[in-house]
């Protein structure tokens, strides 16, 4: 060897190292979900610890999510040991209105919980986060874990509650959303697409899935973090402060943050932003 050149030590823990794992297939239906899992490719996964899991959900206004768009920001739990996986749903615009969303959301849920083992994933601690449109499907899955009435036939014996909800820039009120967003362009296709054909029952849809009308007291719920910008033009950042409300009133662990200035996405993610909810989601799942 050369003296002059310095030595480093190896990692023989392999600790940071992840694997992306794509197109795993979590339900009948077709949808699929990415993983980030922190071990080596090459790793005995049988000796693997099992780990905590952030269930994130890409806004995408219903539609179809893009499964790449936060993988940079999601790979650094992975490289920190906790496992992450980025949910696909059914698109209201290929005919699925609500809760078609939902219900995949909670089945991919169950199918992580049945291979848990398989991807070394500790099933007790599964933390939902998403932004937008995603962010009110978390949201969702805070306040309805287990209601029989929203599982569908995959997975049955297992449980599709979560652990904490982190939710972005989140629509809470769809009344009030899409009476605010009433004049976007092709509004009314847009509604029949989410809330079905017949115009009568829209009302009856949108609060059955706004998340500030699924807040009960005397409910248990599990910790919430909101963060919002107060320059959003697509959702008002009085959405979160309606749900922020109605989780104090009944008892529950919330916490908010008001994003100065921010809009939809984009200019929303300062490095502040992401201090906040990566302390939030290590407090939550017992990470240190």
């Known amino acids: 060897m050369i003296p002059e050149i310095p030595h480093l030590p190896m990692n023989p823990s392999l600790t940071g190292q992840a694997e992306l794992i794509q197109h795993v297939q979590y339900s009948k239906n077709g949808q699929e979900l990415t993983l980030i899992l922190p071990w080596a490719p090459h790793d005995d996964r049988s000796q693997v610890k099992r780990v905590p899991l952030i269930l994130f959900v890409q806004g995408s206004s219903w539609t179809t999510p893009n499964l790449n768009y936060e993988v940079p920001m999601l790979s650094r739990y992975a490289e920190e040991g906790i496992a992450v996986a980025t949910v696909s749903h059914r698109s209201a615009a290929d005919g699925h209105p609500f809760p078609a969303f939902l219900l995949d959301v909670k089945c991919a849920i169950r ?14 601690r599964i933390l939902a986060f998403g932004t937008s449109s995603g962010g009110n499907t978390v949201c969702l899955l805070g306040l309805t874990g287990d209601d029989p009435l929203l599982k569908t036939g995959e997975y049955t014996d297992q449980s599709d509650s979560v652990c904490g909800v982190v939710a972005c820039f989140a629509p809470t009120d769809l009344k ?4 605010y967003l009433k004049d976007a362009p092709d509004m009314d296709n ?25 807040v009960r007291a005397g409910q248990t719920y599990p910790p919430f973090l909101l963060l919002h910008g107060t320059g959003d033009p697509v959702v008002p950042c009085q959405q979160m402060d309606e749900l922020y409300l109605k989780l104090r009133e009944a008892d529950a662990n919330v916490q908010a943050y008001y994003v100065d200035g921010a809009e939809h996405e984009g200019n929303f993610w300062s490095p502040d932003v992401r201090d906040v909810i990566h302390r939030r989601i290590h407090e939550i799942l017992g990470v240190s």
């Open 111 to 124: 199918f992580l919980r049945a291979n848990a083992a398989a991807y070394a994933i500790d099933p007790t």
């Open 190 to 214: 847009v509604m029949a697409a989410y809330f079905g054909q017949d115009r009568n029952q829209w009302d009856s849809v949108m609060h059955a899935w706004s998340p500030v009308d699924r």
């Open 176 to 179: 009030a959303l899409f009476t």
